[in-house]
């Protein structure tokens, strides 16, 4: 699914053309019904257009439609089709994608979400790794679990990241080497677990820096990052988090944010073969 209109469309198109691709998928996209607009039949110009190029960088292998709704374009997309792979969106939409997230209901099922930079191009250097941001490796096992199913549909290797900012004493003495092993030890486990049935490359980073900074750092040699969404608590609407929301303003790659969900359409196992819906709570 991609929300149009359209400031930086052509970039967003193409990722979304590419997924489709990838994952052998179709492609929905959705515009824009102004009050207007009601009056006549057949898409919208601005609809048309992202039609048009979405064909002709698909061709005839994708099946691709488009569908008008009424504003906030963003959150009609969200609400459309849950069980959607993935919503993609232009990075000028992230504001109206926070604004819609939390008019949300705080157990909404929604599906993960790509931010599309302006300039995105789909060939980037051959080989950059797709990239995910882990926070607690004891509850990132979905995340993980949809990282390694992303980069062996793109035939990429993994990155796991994890970084903090400590605040260090006064001697300025870093962290005890036990604590570094410690957590790379417990992400290792969780990898292990997973990757048992895949060939996936997965290169593991430990970095005693911001995770803004560490991450973006990243991006610029990154097929995609994926990140994590936050948690839903009772009483708390939906939301993301501070790192999450910088990144979709500044990273330079696609970033994908990945629902707290029961499956992920990522995953590569299910119970009849198809990859399951990607949608979960934010």
């Known amino acids: 699914m991609l929300s149009v209109p ?27 019904e102004s009050a207007g607009h009601r009056e006549h039949r057949g898409p919208s110009p601005p609809l048309e257009r992202a039609l048009r190029t979405a064909r002709a960088l698909a061709g005839p292998g994708v099946e691709i439609t488009a ?3 009424p504003s906030p374009v963003v959150e009609s997309a969200l609400r459309a089709d849950p069980d959607a792979r993935v919503v993609v969106v232009q ?8 604004e819609a997230l939390g008019r949300l209901d705080a ?9 599309v930079p302006p300039g995105w191009h789909v060939a980037p250097a051959l080989g950059q790794p797709i990239t995910v941001a882990v926070d607690d490796p004891l509850t990132s096992h979905r995340l993980l679990g949809a990282a390694l199913g992303f980069a062996e549909t793109h035939h990429l290797p993994l990155r796991v990241v994890h970084a903090w900012a400590l605040h260090l004493p006064a001697d300025g003495s870093p962290p005890a080497e ?15 677990r ?7 490359f997965v290169n593991l980073e430990i970095q005693l820096v911001p995770p803004v900074q560490a991450l973006v750092e990243h991006s610029l040699e990154s097929t995609a990052l994926l990140i994590g969404a936050r948690r839903t608590t009772d ?8 790192v999450t929301r910088v990144l979709l303003q500044r990273a330079a790659c696609p970033v994908i944010v ?12 299910t119970t009849d073969g198809s990859a399951p819906p990607l949608s979960g709570r934010i």
């Open 178 to 192: 036990a604590v570094l092993s410690r957590w790379s030890h417990r992400i290792g486990e969780e990898l292990g």
């Open 194 to 200: 997973l990757r048992a049935s895949t060939d996936v």
């Open 67 to 69: 569908e008008l709704h």
């Open 91 to 98: 990075r000028s939409d992230v504001d109206p994608l926070l």
């Open 107 to 115: 157990f909404a099922s929604v599906p993960a979400v790509a931010c």
């Open 235 to 242: 009483g708390v609407p939906p939301g993301l988090g501070l």
């Open 6 to 32: 359209l400031r930086d469309l052509d970039p967003a198109l193409r990722f979304a053309v590419r997924q489709a691709q990838v994952f052998g998928s179709s492609l929905r996209i959705v515009g824009h």
């Open 258 to 269: 990945v629902p707290d969900a029961p499956v992920s359409a990522l995953d590569r196992d």
